[in-house]
């Protein structure tokens, strides 16, 4: 993990992700790496399984008030709910991991309306755009008010930055973002 203050004041991130594509061709600097990242995007259970010891051991290192929420955001496409999505599973493991010290919330973050992907070609990706095409579910406040947000890529931090927004009117009092993926061009 880069920064455990960073952690708690905007994000941090595991490694660099290349994108398999830069400019139309294929990136020479995509890795092993960012290819199990595209396996965990794509639902395939190794990569579920190594996020989230990833992340886990990542956690390990912070010190923050428990239990705390962990929650995920919620891709481009609108759904009713991230049950059965390859990030909601990777936090459901992580929480197997350590029982006592996880809670998850598969909904406290939804999408409800599409917004377009960036990987194709979407140049308004800003975080107003995301705060109105995400939805907040406060009732999960009851149980913490220590939420960390996970995410697998960040390229703007835009999403993490709404979504921090959107969790503070619920008083979440405590609030990191660990991203798997920091693209890297």
């Known amino acids: 993990m880069e920064n455990a203050d960073q952690f708690w004041a905007t994000y941090s991130f595991l490694r660099p992700y290349h994108p398999y594509k830069l400019f139309g061709k294929r990136n020479p600097a995509f890795t092993a790496a960012d290819g199990l990242l595209l396996d965990l995007k794509e639902g395939n259970e190794k990569a579920i399984e190594t996020a989230a010891?990833?992340?886990e051991v990542a956690l390990r290192s912070l010190h923050f008030r428990e239990p705390a929420i962990l929650a995920i955001i919620p891709g481009h496409e609108a759904v009713r709910s991230n049950a059965g999505r390859p990030l909601q599973k990777v936090i459901e493991a992580i929480r197997l991991i350590n029982p006592d010290r996880y809670f998850t919330a598969c909904d406290l973050l939804t999408r409800h309306k599409n917004i377009p992907k960036r990987s194709h070609g979407s140049t308004d990706r800003s975080e107003d755009?995301?705060?109105?095409?995400?939805?907040?579910?406060?009732?999960?406040?009851?149980?913490?008010?220590?939420?960390?947000i996970v995410d697998d890529v960040a390229t703007t931090g835009n999403s993490i930055a709404a979504s921090r927004k959107l969790a503070t009117a619920f008083h979440y009092t405590h609030i990191g973002a660990l991203v798997i993926g920091q693209t890297s061009y």
């Open 53 to 55: 010891q990833d992340i």
């Open 129 to 148: 755009v995301h705060i109105k095409s995400l939805r907040t579910d406060g009732s999960y406040r009851l149980i913490s008010d220590t939420l960390i």
